[in-house]
């Protein structure tokens, strides 16, 4: 299989998968569960929700691996099992995705912080290093170290990963708009300073998720090329700003809506799109149609 950043020099566009979370909830996850070790105790739904996506039209898809660090399963008392887990999740994308379609591996932030003196490098090293090696054994070719704020924390899991697998590495970060109107991730970083520090140890693929519907992601897709003209950059929204309905967090875009901008997106310099919270394969399957009526 041919390198994701290899496919985009053929390609205008790739599609990614959208929610994981919203989509196990509805299948019966209980609130304050480990969602990752569903990978060992709920395999067929697991299987499903990467199925569903593969299904929608995704190039790629990623693994229910998110909260899969030490650290974070260190809560549920299985940070014994870290590596377990992720090879399993793994396994479970590559036999929904095929020989055909890229499997990305889930890596979210540990939620310890260096500057507080929470953890050691060593030790952040060590934790996403299993991590990633448990993903590329169950068959993952690339992984997504997603929904980071720090650069510091960010900069460790790209050095476990590049040395450590052949993994392709992408990278995304979560923004908010200030009172300013720019962006700033919640340890004051700029999709400007994102851009240069995170290429420059070592990632592949840039990017943005969650914390924003798909329409603001468009200033932060332009703040990102204009840093870098050239490095591919993935974007995962969210179905709009959750809303309570009746004491029910509420994701209110639907793929249609999702789907119109998602085309803004694209022609901001995104090469990559897919969902966050609340996206579904409904959405993923509109993306698809919208970008390739408007290409």
């Not at 070790?37 to 199925?51: G, N, P």
């Not at 050239?230 to 974007?235: A, R, S």
Request: aromatic share 6%; charged share 20%; hydrophobic share 40%.
């Amino acid at each position: 299989m041919r390198r994701i950043i290899e496919e985009l020099r053929d390609k205008k566009v790739m599609f990614s998968d959208g929610a994981w979370g919203t989509m196990m909830q509805e299948m019966g996850l209980e609130p304050g569960a480990c969602p990752d070790e569903w990978s060992l105790s709920h395999k067929d739904e697991v299987y499903s929700i990467a199925k569903a996506y593969i299904d929608a039209g995704s190039d790629m898809v990623e693994t229910n691996s998110f909260g899969a660090s030490s650290f974070k399963l260190q809560h549920f008392g299985l940070e014994d099992r870290a590596y377990e887990i992720n090879k399993a999740a793994a396994e479970l994308s590559r036999s929904a995705a095929g020989e055909d379609k890229h499997v990305i591996g889930s890596m979210g932030p540990t939620g310890k912080l260096l500057l507080m003196g929470d953890v050691t490098e060593e030790e952040l090293y060590e934790s996403f290093k299993e991590q990633a090696m448990g993903l590329e054994a169950g068959g993952a070719d690339a992984c997504c170290i997603e929904t980071f704020s720090a650069v510091d924390e960010a900069v460790i899991a790209i050095q476990a990963v590049k040395e450590n697998t052949n993994l392709e590495i992408i990278t995304t970060f979560t923004f908010e708009e200030t009172v300013n109107g720019d962006y700033r991730t919640m340890m004051g970083v700029s999709p400007e300073q994102m851009v240069e520090e995170i290429v420059a140890a070592g990632a592949d693929i840039v990017g943005t998720n969650c914390g924003n519907g798909m329409g603001k992601m468009v200033a932060i897709v332009k703040a990102i090329r204009s840093a870098n003209a050239d490095i591919p950059i993935l974007v995962h929204g969210n179905a709009g700003m959750p809303k309570n309905v009746e004491g029910n967090v509420v994701f209110p875009e639907s793929p249609e809506e999702m789907a119109n901008v998602v085309v803004s997106v694209v022609e901001a310099g995104a090469n990559i799109v897919g969902g966050c919270c609340g996206t579904t394969p409904k959405h993923i399957a509109a993306m698809v149609a919208s970008c390739s009526i408007n290409n």
